[in-house]
Every structure is written in C-alpha cells, then in structure tokens.
C-alpha cells in the first residue's frame, strides 16, 4: 500500500483552504469533513474562519445537545478550573459523589461508573455483564456470550468492532474478540432464538443513530425486557446517542415505558464541553466490580463531574426533553412534507430525523455540501440519508431555516 503524503503547507493559515490543507497533512485521514472550519460557535450557530454563520443542524451527533457554549455549562466548568481539575481516582475529590448521586436520582438508577468516551462506556458494560454472569448467573468461566443487533453502533474499540455489521469499520483490523451473537435488528423472534444459558445480556441501541436513525418495530424493546426477564439475561441499553433529551424523553427507551438494566450515556453528558461518558444501572449488576478490577485515569475526574452535574441539573428541569417533543413534532411535520419531493421517509423522534433522500436525487454527501453552502451543517450516513440532529436550544423558526434548505436541495 503506498501512502501519498502532501507537501507541507502555510506556516501561518489564514483561509479555510490553508486550513483545510493543514488538516489533510498532519492528521490521520479516519475522518473526510465537510469543507468548512469552524472558529467559533454558539447555540444552534457555528461562524467559520471568514466569518459565515451556520446554522447546526448535528449538534456533534448529540454531543451538543443544550448547543454550543451553554451559559450554564460554561459557567460550572470555568469556575470548576479555577479549583481543581484532575486528582486521578487515587484519591477522593468533592464532585464524584454528588455527580454520581445526581446523575443516578435522575435516572433512576442504583450505581454509576463514570468514564470518558462513549466506547469505553460499552466496554465497561461489556465487562460488568460478563463478570455478572460468571459470578452471579453461574455461567462457566470465559463462554459468556452477549447478543447485539445488526447495524448497530457502539463504538470503535477492536471488541465493539467485533461485533459490528458494517465492512468499513471492521476490514483489516481482526483477530475479532470472541463471545458477541449478532441478530437481526427489532426481531424478538431471532433474539429468542439466539438465548442460551451462557448470555448474559443483550446489548441494543433503543433507536439506532449512525443506522440512520432507525427505530424498531412498536413493541420490540418491551418484547427485549420480557426476553430478559424470562432467561435472566441482562437489558443493556446503549442511549449515548439517543438519550438524555434527544428524543423527547430522558431515554428512548422511556416512550415504550421500559426500563433497561444498564443504560450506556456518554455524547451529551459532557454538555459538548468535555467527553464524560458512564454506565448508570442496578446496584446488584455494576457491584461485581471490585477495587483493581476495572478504572481510567480521567474517568470521573473533578472537571468532568462539575460539567456532568451542570448536564443533570438541565435535564432535572425537564425542560429540554419538552422542547425536544414539541419542536421535534414541528421538525417531523415540516419534513414530512417533503415525502413524496425528493424524500422517500422521514425516520425517528423528537429532534432526530433521519431523512432518506429518494432515488434519482443528490448522495447524501452531495446534499451535505450543498446544505453547508447554505448555510446548514448537517451530515450524511450511508449513501442516501441525511442524520439531522440540532440542538434542543433551536428555535422553530431555525427549523424552518433548516428545512427550507433541505428541501431546495432534494426536490427535484
Ligand atoms: C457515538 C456512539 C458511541 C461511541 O461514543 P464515542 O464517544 O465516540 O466513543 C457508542 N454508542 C452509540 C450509540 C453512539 O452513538
């Protein structure tokens, strides 16, 4: 395999070419943006390095969801710096316990293990449920088995891509970590099936976000709990992207009235500051850990709890779950109206849309490019659908902006 590397660029940048070409020398090439650099932001607005403004319309995949810089957030992380930021877990400090028990009131939850990105919070899920099933459930030592979904996205460790269904994220990066069982997604049957007296959980995102925003059959999580009741297996819910507002709800999974054993967060719970990710759940699952046996150096560091607890104290109003349902509905029904002009379907909930561009229209990549001409960021995934996730803090009239553009570019 021969690698080109460009010649080397302008010692000082000043456009976003310049920019853009130093981006494509010095950094790895694992990402291919859209062509616009940001240098500053605010709410639902990115202005890039001329001083064009954007209107978000990705929120950081529901990093951002309480959008850019949020008063609030800025504020308990600034005066958080001005204390301390870092001890390491070998010692306590003054904001992991309150973080924890704050976090866990709201979700209603026993225990919480904090850590930083969303993939190690999977991870750490992963483990628990392992070590839940050897030492609890009496599964024989290292044949635990963990049932996932097909076109699911937990991350992008060498065990999460184990059991991913997508080619990309996995060709060239094996040997695989053994013990995942992959069924097809929103199929309880095929999940039944798949139970054996060696899982111990079954690992599903409640809406699946890189998929394209795809939600499963009505019924189906219920049906998931009932399947893990019954063989006493674990629900593990990965909600670091469709949880904490983005739907209209706390979790996803709170629509279908259900409740998971572990619940995965990470994405929004850095209020799009820092990356603080954790696995909240039962006190009798996330127990099994034991001093030595699982830990991050950064993993609930001071500053982290100080912004996670700014998250909690937003989320604890209620207020962005509502904004999240009421101008979710709005979105929906404006994009709705492009079904049949341009859009084969309009996927998803609250402020969370996955749009499928109708064959014969633009790639998605080319609606991103030309969206981001007018002034709209949003991103593909796959070839034909566009994922838009704006800020909770956007207004209707933003929505309409947002939509507006959509529609100029598919209809056709
Ligand atoms: C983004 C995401 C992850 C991984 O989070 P990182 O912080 O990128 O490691 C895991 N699961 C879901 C559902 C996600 O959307």
């Not at 929004?268 to 954790?278: E, Q």
């Not at 150096?297 to 009421?326: D, H, I, M, W, Y």
Request: charged fraction near 20%; hydrophobic fraction near 45%; aromatic fraction near 6%.
């Amino acid at each position: 395999m021969t690698v080109t590397v460009p010649p080397t660029t302008a010692a000082t940048p000043e456009s976003a070419a310049d920019f853009i070409a130093m981006d494509e020398r010095w950094s790895t090439h694992n990402y291919h943006p859209l062509p616009v650099v940001i240098a500053e932001a605010e709410g639902a607005w990115v202005t890039d390095v001329h001083g064009k403004r954007y209107l978000d319309f990705l929120a950081g995949y529901s990093a951002l969801n309480f959008g850019h810089r949020h008063p609030a957030l800025v504020a308990a992380a600034v005066e958080q710096l001005h204390k301390v930021t870092l001890t390491s877990r070998a010692f306590h400090h003054d904001q992991l316990g309150l973080f924890c028990r704050e976090l866990a009131e709201l979700t209603g939850t026993d225990l919480v293990l904090p850590m930083n990105s969303g993939a190690e919070a999977v991870e750490s899920a992963v483990k628990v449920a392992r070590k839940w099933a050897y030492r609890v459930k009496g599964v024989p030592e290292n044949t635990a088995e963990i049932i996932v979904a097909g076109s699911n996205f937990h991350g992008r460790t060498t065990t999460i891509i184990s059991f991913s269904t997508d080619e990309v994220a996995r060709a060239d990066f094996g040997p695989f970590t053994p013990g995942f069982k992959v069924v097809k997604y929103g199929d309880a049957q095929a999940l039944e099936a798949a139970i054996t007296d060696r899982t111990a959980a079954i690992l599903v995102e409640p809406i699946q976000g890189e998929a394209g925003v795809l939600a499963p059959p009505s019924g189906y999580l219920r049906e998931v709990r009932a399947l893990c009741d019954r063989n006493n297996v674990l629900f593990i819910a990965d909600e670091i992207q469709s949880g904490l507002a983005r739907t209209g709800t706390l979790f996803a999974l709170d629509a279908e009235g259900v409740r998971a054993d572990l619940y995965t967060l990470g994405k929004a719970l850095g209020g799009g500051i820092l990356p603080v990710s954790a696995v909240v759940g039962r006190g009798d699952v996330l127990g099994v850990l034991k001093p030595g046996e699982h830990g991050s150096t950064f993993g609930g560091n001071p500053l982290a709890c100080a912004v996670g607890r700014a998250v909690v104290k937003l989320l604890a109003t209620g207020e962005f779950q509502e904004r999240s349902a009421t101008l979710g509905a709005y979105l929906h029904g404006r994009l709705g109206e492009l079904v049949g002009r341009g859009v084969a379907e309009v996927r998803g909930r609250g402020l969370w849309a996955g749009v499928e561009i109708a064959p014969g229209g633009p790639s998605g990549r080319v609606a991103s490019e030309a969206l981001m001409e007018r002034g709209v960021l949003c991103k593909e995934t796959h070839d034909t659908t566009l994922r838009v996730a704006p800020p909770l803090v956007i207004t209707e009239a933003e929505i309409d902006l947002g939509v507006d553009a959509i529609a100029s570019i598919v209809t056709h």
